[in-house]
């Protein structure tokens, strides 16, 4: 089965966002048909109550891909590494 | 935790995320070492701000996404190179816990005139607050603790470095 074969996604959560999922890194395994970033986070929502409040505002989440900044449209691929924060407030 | 490195064939710069403080003096004479073309230097350097009115603040605490810190850095660094004639640049940010008054972040652009030196230097504190992955938390004396909100005034402070814009 080439489902098999599919490296799972880490998702990395930073600053609030860590702290309504509960965890600052996991490996997730979702079904193929979840190709991209919107479509990760609809899952990941519809998934569990931790998620559903990570992503409550999602006006209020951005995203990188593979460490660039990325959108709701951005593809996914096994094995990305897939980060949701805050809006940054360094500086 | 320390990230150093140059950007290959681009201008000489200095980019650090650092846990701990910097020495303005230092970096300057880094920078301008066996420099003699460099006309101006432009320099920020944020520091931790206790809040006036509200609950004291006891320390600001810089988290940052390690993997992509000094890469964003670097693109908003080779972004001011293309922009304006730079001799060279140092980006030092500092992450984990500081206390008011403690130094941030310190911003140097070299440039053979003012003009380009200072206009760079805004250029990259502004896109840094945008577009590094940073983010702050304050702790109060209280015990409290907040995650500090995003500005709409520094995504104006950048904008207005857009395409087509003269700043």
Redesign the interface.
């Known amino acids: 089965m080439a489902d098999d074969e599919r490296a799972p996604l880490t998702v990395l959560w930073f600053a609030w966002l860590r702290e309504r999922a509960g965890t600052a890194e996991e490996q997730i395994s979702p079904p193929p048909e979840i190709a991209t970033v919107g479509a990760l986070v609809d899952w990941l929502s519809a998934g569990s109550p931790r998620h559903a409040a990570a992503f409550q505002n999602r006006r209020a989440v951005r995203c990188a891909v593979n460490q660039d900044f990325a959108d709701p449209a951005t593809p996914l691929h096994p094995g990305d590494e897939v980060a949701f924060f805050p809006p940054v407030t360094g500086g | 935790m320390k990230i150093a490195g140059t950007i290959p064939g681009a201008i000489p710069t200095k980019i650090s995320v650092q846990a701990a403080d910097f020495d303005v003096g230092a970096e300057f004479a880094a920078l301008t070492a066996e420099h003699t073309d460099i006309g101006g230097i432009g320099c920020f350097v944020?520091t931790v701000r206790a809040n006036p009115t509200g609950p004291r603040l006891e320390a600001l605490t810089?988290?940052?996404?390690p993997?992509?810190t000094e890469?964003a850095i670097a693109a908003i660094a080779e972004q001011a190179a293309q922009r304006w004639p730079l001799l060279g640049c140092t980006v030092i940010?500092r992450v984990g816990r500081m206390v008011p008054g403690e130094n941030?972040?310190l911003v140097l652009a070299a440039s053979a005139h003012r003009q380009p030196a200072l206009d760079a230097t805004a250029f990259l504190?502004d896109w840094?607050?945008?577009?590094?992955?940073?983010?702050?938390?304050e702790s109060f004396v209280d015990g409290s603790a907040t995650?500090?909100?995003?500005r709409e005034t520094?995504d104006a402070a950048a904008a207005r470095w857009a395409p087509g814009r003269t700043g």
Request: positive net charge; aromatic residues 14%.
């Open positions: 944020g810089l988290e940052h996404y993997a992509m890469r940010h941030i972040v504190i840094l607050k945008t577009k590094a992955p940073f983010w702050k938390q995650w500090v909100d995003a520094d």
